[in-house]
């Protein structure tokens, strides 16, 4: 299947910002909750990234240790206690 280049770049521009705070489109959210995507999202092991995290718990993978940052302002949240 051919993809537009304004289509890869979409693409491009979602996977270099998920880890930055800047949220996804829909589209994106529910085209990677696909089942087609869980292999993929097993294999690529970006253990640095919260997204990443995020995505394996929505296809049912196991948990694996985070390996980024620990961001003060995140752990200091008050708001985790109810996560």
């Not at 993809?3 to 959210?29: C, I, K, Q, W």
Request: hydrophobic share 40%; charged share 25%; glycine share 4%.
């Amino acid at each position: 299947m051919l993809v537009s280049s304004s289509a890869n770049s979409r693409a491009a521009a979602h996977r270099s910002v998920r880890s930055f705070g800047v949220l996804p489109e829909r589209e994106t959210v529910v085209e990677i909750r696909r089942p087609e995507w869980r292999e993929a999202v097993d294999a690529c092991r970006l253990l640095t990234s919260i997204a990443y995290h995020l995505l394996r718990e929505w296809h049912g993978l196991a948990e694996l240790p985070y390996l980024g940052q620990k961001l003060p302002e995140i752990l200091d949240d008050p708001s985790l206690a109810h996560i």
